[in-house]
């Protein structure tokens, strides 16, 4: 069994029909699951709406007990629980950076934290078992021993680093959609502002009218709302719009509702300032990428477009030179 399994894995054609039929699936699945989502803002709006209820909860429960933690969130699954703390894994491998990346990418909670230390060792060991497993049972490509335990090592270097770039590429998918409704964000929130509405309820209104643009910039408004509403200290709140973006615009803004917040300063001149940098740094990111775009297609033209226009060109006179018919 283990030899036929072998001869499989090693054969070419059976590997490229396998990676075939992989790609394929991939394509359908990419093409059917956008049908199947449904609604994504109002099942996202649903959560930040209950969120504030967990935060009134909160708020109550630490007035009464001032030294008793109260969770907002539900708990992790009990293994990972229980793998995370008999490991110490919090000790060696949670840290401030990795925290901050978990609510930048809007994943919140103890599961969230969990979880992530939880596939911070499952990944890396997952990768060595496979890789060792592969090179000694299934194909070893003619290596040897040191350079096999140096490819799981690897292996397991990949592992190490697969989690890192999950989160990478959510805070940066989040903080793409929130930087391009941003400016019109802060263009709702001004009229907001100057019609006389206070702070909270214009951070209510733009959240429930921007979702339409940028889901992940109309969760932040609400949970900041929530905790404009609930929190003590409302430069807290503030500050942690900001934390949870990682926007220079939006950390600009909460600035800006600080100082008005402790001096009293006029905020609809301030927004205004900072709706119309926000615009020019979006029309100025256009820019750039469209100003990178020529030494980009160079190499594609050179490749694959020059090679087919010669052909063009020059055959009917191959033609005509040897008399090809």
Sequence with gaps: MISQ??????????????????????????????????????????NVATEREKIRARERERLNRQNEKVSLRQEPKA?????????????????????????????????????????????PVTAFLFTLFYLFIINDFGQALFMKI????????????????????QISKRQLSMRLAFPDALDLLLICVESGMSIEQAFRKVANEIGSQSVPLAEEFALCTAELSYLTDRRVAYEN????????????VSTAL???????????TALRT?????????????????AALPPKLTVPMILFFLPVLFVIIMFPALVQVFGWK
């Design 241 to 252: 719009l900001s934390m949870r973006t990682g926007l220079e615009s939006v950390k600009s």
């Design 5 to 46: 399994i072998a001869d499989k894995l090693t054969d070419p054609q059976f590997m490229l029909a396998l990676l075939a039929a992989v790609a394929a699936a991939a394509t359908v699945l990419t093409v059917a699951i956008p049908l199947t989502e449904g609604n994504v803002l109002q099942k996202r709006m649903k």
């Design 150 to 169: 140096g490819i799981a090592i690897g292996g397991a270097y990949l592992g190490i680093k697969a989690p890192e770039v999950f989160l990478s590429n």
């Design 79 to 123: 293994y990972m629980r229980r793998i995370v703390e008999q490991f110490k894994l919090g000790d060696w491998l949670g840290t401030e950076n990795a925290k901050k990346q978990l609510v930048m990418a809007g994943y919140r909670g103890p599961q969230s934290e969990i979880a992530f230390l939880f596939f911070r060792l499952a990944v």
């Design 274 to 290: 900072l709706a119309q940098e926000s615009r020019d740094q979006r029309m100025n990111a256009a820019e750039k990428k469209a």
């Design 258 to 268: 600080i100082q008005a917040e402790r001096y009293g300063t006029p905020l609809g």
